[in-house]
């Protein structure tokens, strides 16, 4: 479906709804708001538009379904498969200045936002009432794009995604109406679920403008350990044997060799270069950590762990989690002029080792640079694959490789994307996943965005 470009009266009329100072079509703003982190290329859009409340958001969405502009939400443009590049042109609704927390209801373990907030912030408001949501994707990342793709973190094994903790929602339709969707309540069998419909939807069926958020305590206590093993199979085999005996990990990450050394050579981490699993656990107090422990440290040697670093302070621990959070961005700094595919796929816990090890063997067939990683106790795999953008033979060898991997993963039951979401970046896929369901995908868009405009091009392939 073609987009015309906004026009230049239209965007006066955005002026004159949202007022001047929430509009800009300066050609900054436009490049700002053309690229995410991904290799996929950029593409402007005609304007970008700062809505400050709900009702701005209702005008500009109702003149673009008046007009058929194209309409891209955009929070922190952190995605990695092209999640919120207007590929179409048109207006960006920029949520960054919608970022209020409206309440905190601290005996329900409940909040509302709105959703411009970057979870960051949210974490240090809610610190003081001994609450927080736990998903975390790492980034600078704001509650709206999580909700739009879904987003995870490092403690999904024990918190479940963003999906998971997304109790109702405010959100504008294609045609401007305003919808509340789900209740406060913690469960529900009433109507169909429309807000686990929207979460990981990319706004391509919707925009969120305000989101209760489930929360949760902050643990008593924390137990973080770095394990270092010959071999990431011996790695990968412990994760798993933790997942199956019910060990409970709040976070359980896996690094190779080449990673950690990325990240030694960009932050000067000193640690061993082997393959590596970050681990932490929450528990009631000591005691109750001592003994879950205990088990836990009986996996580590069964699988051959080389060195096990525990009773490691809280400084440390933010210093551990910020280096393999910034594992990425390590990589991309180490290595400039370089662009990085990142492949996401997700398994079943059981199939995660068989599906690193093919990965392994898919990278070095190509020859290409492959950095693993990944929330291991998820079954989510992060393979980097290091690319000169301007060779296109190096191009498409790492789609080979990530081509093979996601096939693999999908014939193993799982998915193409764990929580980077399809983006531009997976729309070839998405068939070999979805099967006839993608025909139903299409219909719940032609309902819910029978003009095409909710940021066009992504999450289904041109049909
Ligand atoms: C270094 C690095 C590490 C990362 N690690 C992780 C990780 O561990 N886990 C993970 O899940 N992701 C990770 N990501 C990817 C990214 O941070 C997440 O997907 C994040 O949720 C994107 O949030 P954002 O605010 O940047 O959203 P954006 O990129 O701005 O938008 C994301 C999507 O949501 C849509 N959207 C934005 N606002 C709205 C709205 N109001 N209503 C409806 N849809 C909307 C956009 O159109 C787009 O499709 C990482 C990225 C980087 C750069």
């Given at each position: 479906?073609?987009?015309?470009?906004?026009?230049p009266?239209?965007?006066?009329?955005?002026?004159?709804?949202?007022?001047?100072?929430?509009?800009?079509?300066?050609?900054?703003?436009?490049?700002?708001h053309?690229r995410?982190?991904?290799?996929?290329?950029?593409?402007?859009?005609?304007?970008v538009?700062?809505?400050?409340?709900?009702?701005?958001?209702?005008?500009?969405?109702r003149?673009a379904a008046?007009?058929?502009y194209?309409?891209?939400p955009?929070?922190?443009?952190t995605?990695?498969?092209?999640n919120?590049?207007?590929?179409a042109?048109g207006i960006?609704?920029?949520f960054?200045?919608m970022?209020?927390?409206l309440?905190?209801?601290?005996?329900d373990?409940?909040?509302d936002?709105?959703?411009?907030?970057?979870?960051?912030?949210?974490?240090?408001q809610?610190?003081r009432?001994?609450?927080?949501?736990?998903?975390?994707?790492?980034?600078w990342?704001?509650?709206?794009?999580?909700i739009?793709?879904?987003a995870s973190?490092?403690?999904?094994?024990a918190y479940?995604?963003?999906?998971d903790?997304?109790?109702?929602?405010?959100?504008?339709?294609a045609?401007?109406q305003v919808?509340?969707?789900?209740?406060?309540?913690i469960?529900?069998?009433?109507?169909?679920?429309l807000v686990?419909?929207l979460v990981?939807?990319e706004?391509?069926?919707?925009?969120?403008?305000?989101?209760?958020?489930?929360?949760?305590?902050l643990?008593?206590?924390?137990?973080?350990?770095v394990?270092?093993f010959?071999?990431?199979?011996?790695?990968c085999?412990?994760?798993g044997?933790?997942?199956?005996?019910g060990?409970?990990?709040a976070?359980?990450?896996?690094?190779?060799?080449?990673?950690?050394?990325e990240?030694?050579r960009?932050?000067d981490?000193?640690?061993?270069e082997?393959?590596?699993l970050?681990l932490?656990?929450?528990?009631?107090n000591?005691?109750?950590?001592?003994?879950?422990?205990?088990?836990?440290?009986g996996?580590?040697d069964?699988?051959?762990?080389?060195?096990?670093?525990?009773g490691?302070?809280?400084?440390e621990?933010?210093?551990?989690?910020?280096a393999r959070?910034?594992?990425?961005?390590?990589?991309?700094?180490n290595?400039?002029?370089?662009s990085?595919l990142?492949?996401?796929?997700?398994v079943p816990?059981?199939?995660?080792a068989?599906?690193?090890?093919?990965?392994?063997a898919?990278?070095?067939?190509?020859g290409?640079t492959?950095f693993f990683?990944g929330?291991?106790?998820?079954?989510n795999?992060?393979?980097?694959?290091?690319?000169?953008?301007?060779?296109?033979?190096?191009?498409?060898?790492?789609?080979r490789?990530?081509r093979?991997?996601?096939a693999?993963?999908?014939?193993?039951g799982?998915?193409?994307?764990?929580e980077?979401g399809?983006g531009v970046?997976?729309?070839g896929?998405?068939e070999a996943?979805?099967g006839?369901a993608?025909?139903?995908?299409?219909r719940?868009?032609?309902?819910?965005?029978?003009?095409?405009?909710?940021?066009?091009?992504?999450?289904l392939?041109p049909?």
């Amino acid at each position: 479906m073609a987009h015309p470009p906004v026009t230049p009266e239209d965007v006066q009329r955005l002026k004159t709804m949202i007022g001047p100072d929430h509009v800009s079509t300066g050609p900054s703003n436009l490049d700002l708001h053309s690229r995410d982190e991904s290799y996929h290329p950029p593409r402007r859009p005609d304007v970008v538009v700062w809505p400050q409340c709900t009702e701005h958001v209702v005008a500009a969405v109702r003149l673009a379904a008046d007009k058929g502009y194209a309409v891209t939400p955009w929070c922190a443009g952190t995605s990695l498969e092209g999640n919120p590049i207007p590929v179409a042109g048109g207006i960006v609704l920029d949520f960054t200045e919608m970022n209020r927390v409206l309440e905190i209801r601290p005996d329900d373990l409940q909040v509302d936002v709105e959703v411009g907030i970057q979870y960051r912030e949210l974490n240090d408001q809610l610190r003081r009432h001994g609450l927080f949501f736990p998903p975390d994707p790492g980034a600078w990342a704001c509650l709206g794009g999580m909700i739009g793709n879904n987003a995870s973190g490092v403690r999904t094994v024990a918190y479940g995604a963003t999906r998971d903790c997304v109790l109702g929602l405010e959100v504008v339709t294609a045609d401007g109406q305003v919808l509340r969707l789900g209740s406060r309540a913690i469960k529900s069998s009433s109507g169909y679920d429309l807000v686990r419909l929207l979460v990981g939807s990319e706004g391509t069926l919707g925009i969120v403008t305000r989101a209760t958020l489930r929360l949760r305590g902050l643990p008593p206590e924390v137990l973080t350990v770095v394990a270092t093993f010959p071999t990431v199979a011996a790695a990968c085999a412990a994760v798993g044997d933790m997942i199956r005996y019910g060990l409970n990990p709040a976070a359980l990450e896996l690094m190779d060799a080449a990673v950690v050394a990325e990240i030694n050579r960009d932050r000067d981490m000193g640690l061993d270069e082997k393959p590596m699993l970050f681990l932490e656990f929450h528990n009631v107090n000591d005691a109750a950590l001592e003994s879950q422990y205990e088990m836990v440290a009986g996996v580590l040697d069964e699988h051959g762990a080389v060195r096990v670093d525990r009773g490691i302070g809280a400084e440390e621990r933010t210093r551990l989690w910020e280096a393999r959070h910034g594992a990425l961005e390590s990589i991309k700094r180490n290595h400039p002029g370089r662009s990085v595919l990142l492949v996401d796929a997700c398994v079943p816990i059981s199939r995660y080792a068989d599906m690193v090890d093919r990965a392994k063997a898919a990278v070095a067939a190509e020859g290409v640079t492959g950095f693993f990683w990944g929330h291991a106790g998820d079954g989510n795999l992060h393979l980097g694959l290091l690319f000169d953008p301007a060779d296109a033979g190096a191009r498409d060898a790492v789609q080979r490789v990530n081509r093979s991997v996601v096939a693999h993963a999908i014939a193993a039951g799982g998915t193409c994307t764990g929580e980077h979401g399809v983006g531009v970046g997976k729309l070839g896929f998405v068939e070999a996943e979805h099967g006839p369901a993608l025909e139903v995908m299409r219909r719940i868009k032609a309902a819910l965005d029978p003009g095409g405009i909710l940021n066009p091009g992504k999450m289904l392939p041109p049909g």
